[in-house]
């Protein structure tokens, strides 16, 4: 019998299966739906009935709390959400210590959230409301990060060497619905910057040489208040720093922060960094991924026992499959660099690296989990060729 017909059927999904997922996403995508709905006669009452108002606000931030529980778990997918009757509301995003909190600003109701990473401004004042997630990889899918803008909240990115990367950012955001399109522009120099009557902005310098502490602020952005104009900065050694206004020049928004990503087309980490309003909630919400990572990680070690075993029951196959062995860390066949080593070290990384953010340490571990993410993809990537792959 050969090797192909001797597969685990753990590793076999079945149409069933496959059904049970095409089901789940056509819930989620009911759910935003009528979530849509209700928020639009949510605005129609707060219009009519000022005495309902508190209650309402209830209700609408449970709807909207949903609405971004399934745009979440939507893989790379926009929403929108109208937001017109209720566009006198204030809505705020916050985030301490891996809880996110969503509400309705100078309402005393709210919702917590562990497990969503959200990347969004601190405050949204608009009528419609744009969401989008992307798969966020370390090698293998950890979870959908969530960005929440407006389609009054405007992105300016700037960038002489990362030009490549403006490219990509519009392609990703390009709709063939106009009422999802991110709110954004390229620019060349800061004096293009014009807020032409949006809520607030957002300066991208994906150089990190634009902006600068004491720098001057563009002169037409001077017509906002200080918290509505920010900048982020992406330096050197994966690292992005955060501004806001003060008077006419920046000032720095917290220390720099880092970006652990794998790099690459449609980065979500990356992406993340541009939609978090601070350093802050940005590290906050990469804690929630950094969790999720320590359970996926879990399970795919548990996936590589089974391929061990597997070989280990079908030992006649190390005579022409002994680089199968070496790779998946088999006993008495593990290579230096084999799969087993590797995922025990990250597993211990991760663990450490989610102590030290909670710590709120300046440097942490994180940075870390490249190194050994690129190993494990790598071995995964031989594997490929003629063995069972992990993922």
């Known amino acids: 019998m050969t090797h192909k017909q001797q597969k685990p059927k753990v590793f076999e999904l079945s149409h069933s299966r496959k059904g049970q997922?095409?089901?789940?996403?056509?819930?989620?995508?009911?759910?935003?739906?009528?979530?849509?709905?209700?928020?639009?006669?949510a605005g129609l009452v707060v219009k009519g009935k000022d005495a309902a108002e508190k209650n309402i606000a209830e209700d609408v931030v449970q709807v909207m709390g949903n609405v971004f529980t399934g745009?979440?778990?939507?893989?790379?997918?926009?929403?929108?959400?109208?937001?017109?009757?209720?566009?006198?509301?204030?809505?705020?995003?916050?985030?301490?210590?891996?809880?996110?909190?969503?509400?309705?600003?100078?309402?005393?109701?709210?919702?917590?959230d562990t497990t969503q990473p959200t990347f969004s401004p601190e405050e949204i004042k608009t009528t419609r409301m744009l969401l989008w997630s992307l798969p966020y990889k370390l090698p293998y899918k950890i979870v959908d990060l969530l960005f929440v803008t407006s389609v009054n909240t405007k992105y300016f990115l700037i960038a002489f060497d990362d030009i490549d990367f403006v490219n990509e950012f519009d392609t990703a955001t390009d709709d063939s619905d106009k009422t999802m399109k991110i709110n954004w522009q390229s620019i060349t120099t800061l004096e293009d910057v014009d807020p032409k009557g949006n809520f607030q902005i957002r300066i991208v310098d994906l150089d990190g040489i634009y902006v600068k502490e004491n720098g001057d602020v563009p002169v037409k952005a001077l017509t906002l208040a200080d918290d509505k104009v920010t900048a982020v900065t992406f330096l050197s050694g994966n690292l992005v720093q955060y501004y806001q206004k003060?008077?006419?020049?920046?000032?720095?928004?917290?220390?720099?922060v880092e970006m652990v990503s794998l790099g690459g087309k449609r980065d979500a980490a990356k992406y993340a960094a541009i939609f978090a309003n601070d350093g802050n909630q940005y590290t906050c919400n990469m804690l929630k991924a950094y969790k999720r990572l320590g359970l996926v990680n879990k399970v795919y070690q548990g996936k590589l026992q089974d391929l061990q075993s597997y070989y280990t029951e079908n030992s006649q196959l190390s005579l022409t499959k002994a680089g199968c062995y070496g790779l998946a860390g088999v006993e008495g066949f593990a290579f230096e660099q084999n799969l087993k080593n590797e995922m025990e070290a990250y597993q211990n990384k991760i663990e450490t690296c989610i102590f030290e953010s909670k710590e709120g340490l300046a440097s942490t571990s994180c940075q870390d989990f490249v190194g050994l993410a690129n190993a494990i993809s790598n071995i995964n990537q031989e594997l490929q060729s003629e063995c069972i792959s992990l993922y």
Do not use: H
């Not at 809505?91 to 919702?111: A, L, P, R, W, Y």
């Open 246 to 256: 003060q008077g006419t020049v920046w000032s720095k928004k917290g220390k720099p």
């Open 21 to 41: 997922v095409q089901l789940t996403v056509n819930w989620i995508y009911i759910v935003i739906a009528g979530a849509v709905i209700l928020l639009f006669f």
């Open 71 to 112: 745009a979440g778990v939507s893989e790379k997918t926009k929403n929108r959400i109208e937001t017109s009757g209720l566009a006198e509301f204030t809505f705020q995003f916050t985030c301490m210590e891996g809880v996110s909190t969503f509400g309705i600003k100078d309402k005393t109701n709210s919702v917590q």
